[in-house]
């Protein structure tokens, strides 16, 4: 049997432009630069963008927009989640889609480059 994983240190995403995606990150979804670990970008490697706890990073590395990419999905409260939908609605207009699983509600967008992205929340009954 494996180690255990403890959790999601971070995620690879490609972008055509880093300095258009770092402004779009933190616009969107409130992810900034980790200070510290900038220095990996300065030869090609990735700019770590995170949220203020530091708990959500990605890893932007500028490359050729690919054709296959993997979702990003994050998990948020009933109340986050409406909270979700109204700054998604304000950003990007009607770019998104709200989904009903009958198990939990999730919406879904893309940054600019097509990489997708999944806000779920699994607090369903008190989205009813």
């Not at 180690?3 to 933190?26: G, N």
Request: aromatic letters at 12%.
């Amino acid at each position: 049997m494996p180690p255990a994983l403890k959790q999601i240190d971070h995620i690879h995403v490609f972008v055509s432009d880093r300095t258009a995606a770092e402004r779009w990150y933190a616009d969107v979804l409130g992810l900034v630069r980790v200070a510290n670990l900038a220095g990996w970008a300065a030869d090609g490697g990735p700019l770590t963008v995170a949220n203020a706890a530091g708990s959500v990073n990605l890893a932007l590395f500028e490359r050729p927009v690919q054709p296959c990419r993997a979702t990003i999905a994050f998990d948020v409260s009933a109340a986050d989640f409406r909270a979700w939908q109204a700054h998604l609605a304000g950003k990007l207009g009607g770019e998104f889609a709200a989904v009903d699983h009958e198990i939990s509600w999730s919406v879904y967008f893309s940054d600019p480059d097509g990489n997708p992205y999944e806000i779920t929340t699994y607090e369903y009954a008190a989205l009813a």
